[in-house]
């Protein structure tokens, strides 16, 4: 299975303010996925990236708010937007590899 | 689009204990069923999978049942231990590139010594 390292682990950020998101593969892979995982939730898909076009997003999530780049096959980013107390969650990045990996997660907390 | 529920949402057990935890789904073209273990701080780690063409996986002490007429699949971890004590996520996906996997709402496992 792939091994993914993500970053900032946790972050403290006021509201108002963006965060990005780190995600980095040790292969490449064809398929990032950037999910959300609100306080004692489940994780629910934000947007499957791939390298050199749009990212697709799910019902609920949009561009402005969750950019995403792909520059090349084994590196994205998640920037979380003009950031308010409700987007408090933790954002993971999983890949598809013999089973889908996740990484570590970004513990975001907004004041 | 998928659907996935688990049961149940909370399960606690004495140390030695089984512990089993089902999910169903909805979509017939799921054919791909992993369970993630989450502990603390941590990222969703795999336990476990099994594809549609098996009807029972194990590994040690854990072990997967699959029923495709019924769309359900369960997890069966036997001599609990109190490290055991974390949240499991069921899931499913049709297994083809670009499918995301869709999570059952989790269940809270906790083990007593």
């Known amino acids: 299975s792939a091994v993914i390292s993500q970053k900032p682990s946790r972050d403290i950020c006021q509201r108002g303010t963006s965060l990005t998101i780190q995600c980095q593969v040790d292969s490449q892979v064809t398929m990032m996925f950037w999910y959300r995982q609100q306080p004692g939730q489940s994780l629910t898909l934000i947007a499957t990236?791939?390298?050199?076009?749009?990212?697709?997003?799910e019902s609920g999530f949009v561009i402005d708010k969750f950019p995403i780049s792909r520059p090349n096959l084994t590196f994205s980013t998640l920037t979380v937007s003009n950031m308010s107390p409700e987007d408090s969650s933790i954002y993971l990045c999983?890949?598809?590899?013999?089973?889908?990996?996740f990484g570590s997660g970004t513990r975001l907390t907004v004041v | 689009g998928e659907n996935v529920e688990q049961h149940p949402s909370t399960l606690s057990v004495q140390e030695g204990d089984s512990a089993v935890i089902k999910c169903t789904y909805s979509d017939s073209a799921s054919n791909y069923f992993p369970w993630y273990k989450q502990e603390l701080g941590k990222g969703p780690q795999l336990i476990i999978d099994i594809r549609s063409n098996v009807g029972e996986k194990k590994d040690q002490r854990i072990a997967v049942t699959l029923n495709k007429t019924a769309k359900h699949f369960s997890l069966h971890i036997t001599e609990t231990q109190p490290e055991d004590s974390a949240v499991y996520f069921c899931a499913a996906s049709p297994l083809n590139a670009g499918n995301m996997l869709t999570f059952g709402g989790g269940t809270r496992l906790m083990v007593k010594p």
């Open positions: 999983s890949v598809e590899r013999v089973g889908y990996t």
């Open positions: 990236a791939n390298q050199g076009s749009e990212a697709t997003y």
